[in-house]
């Protein structure tokens, strides 16, 4: 049986064998990258803010990179998404070229007040792609429960820069400006979250339904004790601009799994959700 892991390199040694003709490539492609791997600095409208950068070991700036940055939880921290491989996602990147960014909420949250937060990563692609070779067609965004948010706030303002987001039990509470343009959009929610309710996340889901002109459905979902997660792919979404839908049988967890398995199914999903583009 092929892994996960060996089905999305194949996926990506597809794309990487590609004319490079193909790709919006960065200004900062062919150039010496100007920031290094790990912690940087910015200011952004008057506030000092941090984030952590992490390009491969054989970083090649004559190759465009996927970008996908990581947005932490409530209370939780930049160093914490490190720590987890970017929601498991670096470790499945294996030699499909990325570059990893996680950013470093105020308060350790994602308040977004007068879209900070969105200008806070606006200026992070501004730096990173002048600084390193990025492909501008494969930018992605996730993030876990207020990163969630902060990943759907993305969606809604920045939907003509960003290919994809993937949400993981998140809700509107970033802040939504825009919302009206298609983006890809992979939804994940536990069937008994009692930080943000089920209904929350179907509601962002509902949104982009909507918007990506998919047919309106009511995916199945799993039964409380299954140990199960059923995934769902709207039927007739407007092409480039696909919906998927998780839900699992458990609470407010990031990277959960099924019953007797010891490993999230979390990690592959969205990998290979966004690997298609």
Same mark, same amino acid.
């Given at each position: 049986?092929? #892994?996960?892991?060996?089905?999305?390199?194949?996926?990506?040694?597809?794309?990487?064998?590609?004319?490079?003709?193909?790709?919006?490539?960065?200004?900062?492609?062919?150039?010496?990258?100007?920031? #290094?791997?790990?912690?940087?600095?910015?200011?952004?409208?008057?506030?000092?803010? &941090?984030?952590?950068?992490?390009?491969?070991?054989?970083?090649?700036? #004559?190759?465009?990179?996927?970008?996908?940055?990581?947005?932490?939880?409530?209370?939780?921290?930049?160093?914490?998404?490190?720590?987890?491989?970017?929601?498991?996602?670096?470790?499945?990147?294996?030699?499909?070229?990325?570059? $990893?960014?996680? /950013?470093?909420?105020?308060?350790?949250?994602?308040?977004?007040?007068?879209?900070?937060?969105?200008?806070?990563?606006?200026?992070?692609?501004?730096?990173?792609?002048?600084?390193?070779?990025?492909?501008?067609?494969?930018?992605?965004?996730?993030?876990?429960?207020?990163?969630?948010?902060?990943?759907?706030?993305?969606?809604?303002?920045?939907?003509?820069?960003?290919?994809?987001?993937?949400?993981?039990?998140?809700? &509107?509470?970033?802040?939504?400006?825009?919302?009206?343009?298609?983006?890809?959009?992979?939804?994940?929610?536990?069937?008994?979250?009692? !930080?943000?309710? !089920?209904?929350?996340?179907?509601?962002?889901?509902?949104?982009?339904?909507?918007?990506?002109?998919?047919?309106?459905?009511?995916?199945?979902?799993?039964?409380?004790?299954?140990?199960?997660?059923?995934?769902?792919?709207?039927?007739?979404?407007?092409?480039?601009?696909?919906?998927?839908?998780?839900? $699992?049988?458990?609470?407010? &967890?990031?990277? /959960?799994?099924?019953?007797?398995?010891?490993? #999230?199914?979390?990690?592959?999903?969205?990998?290979?959700?966004?690997?298609? $583009?």
């Amino acid at each position: 049986m092929t #892994s996960i892991a060996e089905r999305t390199s194949d996926i990506d040694q597809q794309h990487s064998h590609r004319d490079l003709a193909f790709y919006a490539s960065s200004s900062g492609c062919g150039t010496n990258p100007t920031l #290094s791997n790990g912690l940087n600095y910015m200011d952004v409208n008057g506030q000092s803010r &941090e984030y952590i950068i992490q390009a491969p070991d054989n970083y090649d700036a #004559s190759t465009p990179h996927k970008l996908v940055i990581g947005y932490h939880w409530r209370d939780g921290t930049m160093n914490n998404v490190v720590e987890n491989g970017f929601y498991g996602l670096s470790y499945l990147a294996g030699n499909a070229p990325t570059i $990893f960014i996680a /950013p470093q909420g105020l308060g350790n949250g994602w308040a977004n007040n007068n879209g900070d937060d969105i200008a806070f990563t606006d200026q992070i692609l501004d730096a990173i792609e002048s600084s390193f070779c990025i492909d501008q067609d494969r930018r992605f965004a996730t993030g876990w429960s207020w990163g969630g948010g902060m990943s759907y706030s993305v969606a809604c303002s920045r939907a003509d820069v960003f290919r994809a987001v993937a949400v993981l039990s998140g809700a &509107e509470i970033s802040g939504c400006d825009g919302g009206s343009l298609p983006i890809a959009y992979f939804g994940q929610h536990g069937i008994s979250d009692s !930080v943000l309710g !089920v209904e929350l996340g179907r509601t962002l889901r509902d949104h982009y339904v909507q918007v990506n002109g998919c047919d309106a459905a009511t995916p199945r979902e799993p039964g409380v004790g299954s140990g199960t997660h059923v995934v769902t792919d709207y039927t007739g979404c407007a092409e480039g601009y696909p919906v998927q839908w998780v839900a $699992f049988d458990g609470d407010h &967890e990031p990277l /959960p799994s099924d019953g007797g398995s010891s490993d #999230s199914f979390t990690p592959g999903l969205i990998w290979n959700f966004f690997s298609q $583009f």
